[in-house]
Protein backbone atom coordinates (compact mmCIF):
# COMPACT_ATOMS: atom_id res chain seq x y z
CA UNK A 1 0.00 0.00 0.00
CA UNK A 2 1.23 3.54 -0.71
CA UNK A 3 2.18 6.17 2.00
CA UNK A 4 -0.84 8.46 1.50
CA UNK A 5 0.33 11.84 2.90
CA UNK A 6 -2.09 13.97 4.95
CA UNK A 7 -2.60 17.61 5.75
CA UNK A 8 -3.68 17.93 9.60
CA UNK A 9 -5.94 21.05 9.69
CA UNK A 10 -7.02 22.29 13.29
CA UNK A 11 -10.53 24.05 13.18
CA UNK A 12 -10.94 27.12 15.40
CA UNK A 13 -13.52 25.00 17.46
CA UNK A 14 -11.08 22.89 17.98
CA UNK A 15 -8.07 25.51 18.57
CA UNK A 16 -10.15 27.36 21.31
CA UNK A 17 -10.72 23.89 23.25
CA UNK A 18 -6.75 23.81 22.99
CA UNK A 19 -5.87 27.58 24.36
CA UNK A 20 -9.29 26.16 27.24
CA UNK A 21 -7.18 23.33 27.98
CA UNK A 22 -3.52 25.18 28.28
CA UNK A 23 -5.14 27.53 30.21
CA UNK A 24 -6.57 25.51 32.56
CA UNK A 25 -3.32 23.00 32.78
CA UNK A 26 -0.63 26.21 32.49
CA UNK A 27 -3.08 27.24 36.12
CA UNK A 28 -2.52 23.62 37.73
CA UNK A 29 1.41 23.53 36.57
CA UNK A 30 0.87 20.92 34.16
CA UNK A 31 0.86 22.78 30.74
CA UNK A 32 3.79 21.88 29.35
CA UNK A 33 2.71 18.01 29.37
CA UNK A 34 -0.63 18.83 28.12
CA UNK A 35 1.00 20.54 24.97
CA UNK A 36 3.45 16.97 24.75
CA UNK A 37 0.82 14.74 25.18
CA UNK A 38 -1.48 16.63 22.55
CA UNK A 39 1.37 17.35 20.08
CA UNK A 40 2.20 13.51 20.55
CA UNK A 41 -1.38 11.62 19.70
CA UNK A 42 -1.49 15.16 16.61
CA UNK A 43 1.58 13.38 15.37
CA UNK A 44 -0.16 9.73 15.31
CA UNK A 45 -3.18 10.77 14.01
CA UNK A 46 -1.76 12.43 11.08
CA UNK A 47 0.48 9.19 10.83
CA UNK A 48 -1.85 6.81 10.67
CA UNK A 49 -5.31 8.66 10.57
CA UNK A 50 -7.48 5.35 9.99
CA UNK A 51 -6.07 3.54 12.74
CA UNK A 52 -8.78 4.78 15.60
CA UNK A 53 -11.90 4.08 16.01
CA UNK A 54 -15.40 5.59 14.46
CA UNK A 55 -17.78 7.68 17.07
CA UNK A 56 -21.26 6.76 17.32
CA UNK A 57 -23.00 9.89 15.99
CA UNK A 58 -25.38 11.22 13.89
CA UNK A 59 -22.23 12.13 11.65
CA UNK A 60 -20.93 9.44 10.06
CA UNK A 61 -16.78 9.44 9.65
CA UNK A 62 -15.83 11.08 12.72
CA UNK A 63 -13.54 9.21 14.44
CA UNK A 64 -11.30 9.32 18.07
CA UNK A 65 -8.03 8.97 19.43
CA UNK A 66 -7.12 8.87 23.08
CA UNK A 67 -5.01 11.17 25.26
CA UNK A 68 -4.27 9.40 28.75
CA UNK A 69 -2.69 11.81 30.55
CA UNK A 70 -4.28 13.85 31.23
CA UNK A 71 -7.53 12.59 29.78
CA UNK A 72 -8.78 14.01 26.47
CA UNK A 73 -10.34 12.69 23.52
CA UNK A 74 -9.39 14.52 20.04
CA UNK A 75 -12.60 14.23 18.03
CA UNK A 76 -11.54 13.97 14.07
CA UNK A 77 -12.76 13.33 10.48
CA UNK A 78 -10.59 11.71 7.73
CA UNK A 79 -11.30 14.13 4.27
CA UNK A 80 -8.39 13.11 1.96
CA UNK A 81 -5.96 14.51 1.77
CA UNK A 82 -6.92 16.25 4.87
CA UNK A 83 -7.29 15.03 9.00
CA UNK A 84 -10.06 17.67 10.32
CA UNK A 85 -9.48 17.63 13.64
CA UNK A 86 -13.22 18.57 14.99
CA UNK A 87 -12.88 19.11 18.89
CA UNK A 88 -10.19 17.91 21.45
CA UNK A 89 -12.13 17.46 24.58
CA UNK A 90 -11.09 17.03 29.09
CA UNK A 91 -13.19 13.51 29.78
CA UNK A 92 -13.86 14.31 33.20
CA UNK A 93 -17.13 16.27 33.33
CA UNK A 94 -15.57 18.05 36.68
CA UNK A 95 -12.19 19.36 35.56
CA UNK A 96 -12.92 23.08 35.57
Known sequence: MANRAFQLV???EA???ILTLIDFFGEQGSGERL???LGDCLL???????????V????????????????IVILYKVEEPQIRILAIKHL???WK
Request: charged share 40%; proline share 8%; net charge negative.
Open 10 to 12: ILE
Open 15 to 17: KED
Open 35 to 37: IDA
Open 44 to 54: EIEAKPLAWQF
Open 56 to 71: NTKEEGIRRAFVKHPP
Open 92 to 94: RSD
